[in-house]
């Protein structure tokens, strides 16, 4: 079975540009969370989508959007990219529909911007 | 708040020596506890989780931890460390019904041969 597959892998991008991240779940997972980790801030999280709907969100300023569809595959979408978004962006998939942490992650999205 | 706090940032072992991480929360309601574990350049992995029960919870591995309501901690241990082990530890916690977890800052163990 494939494990959580996240697009692209490495992005380099400048200030003021946006950025779309993708991740599809383990299939069959149909929770999907997205987690931004830094080596100043840690892991912290973003999002949580269950059929197609935002069911958590963590305290991102509003440039950080995301969605789910139908397919349980999400994208996340940063928009006027600022140094500071510099990191590794994790997305994670889960069995059980309530969610119970029990995360399977990608192996990341590592954004550097210039 | 709700917090995790992992004491040590930074834990170097000899291959074949015990290991003891540490791991202290902050919630106000009964926790789910989880340690992931993260190889460079690699997303996380899930050692093992405490819903209920019993409080020595046994994961991949070798690895073993134990909750203590009365410390707030959630250590994990592993008797004997093989250089596979080298990699980041994450203590995590969250409520049920939710993937959203709090993690701790991580603590890299380095081992030696």
């Known amino acids: 079975k494939a494990g959580v597959t996240q697009t692209p892998r490495y992005l380099i991008k400048t200030r003021g540009q946006q950025v779309t991240l993708s991740c599809s779940p383990i299939s069959g997972h149909r929770s999907v969370s997205w987690y931004q980790q830094t080596p100043g801030q840690g892991l912290q999280f973003l999002f949580e989508y269950f059929s197609e709907t935002q069911r958590n969100k963590g305290n991102f300023p509003g440039r950080f959007s995301g969605r789910q569809f139908s397919n349980s595959r999400s994208e996340m979408n940063v928009s006027t990219l600022e140094l500071g978004d510099s990191a590794l962006y994790l997305c994670?998939?889960?069995?059980?529909?309530?969610?119970?942490?029990?995360?399977?992650f990608g192996e990341g999205s590592r954004l550097t911007v210039l | 708040a709700q917090s995790v706090t992992q004491p040590d940032i930074h834990i170097t072992v000899s291959e074949g020596a015990s290991l003891e991480l540490r791991c202290n929360y902050s919630y106000g309601a009964t926790p789910y506890l989880f340690w992931y574990v993260q190889s460079p350049g690699q997303g996380l992995q899930l050692l093992l989780k405490y819903f209920s029960g019993d409080t020595l919870v046994q994961g991949i591995k070798g690895f073993e931890a134990e909750f203590k309501r009365s410390q707030s901690s959630f250590n994990l241990r592993k008797p004997s460390v093989h250089w596979s082990d080298a990699a980041e530890y994450f203590c995590a916690v969250g409520p049920d019904n939710t993937d959203k977890l709090i993690f701790g800052t991580g603590t890299r163990l380095q081992v030696f041969p």
């Open positions: 994670a998939s889960s069995l059980l529909n309530m969610g119970t942490g029990e995360l399977f």
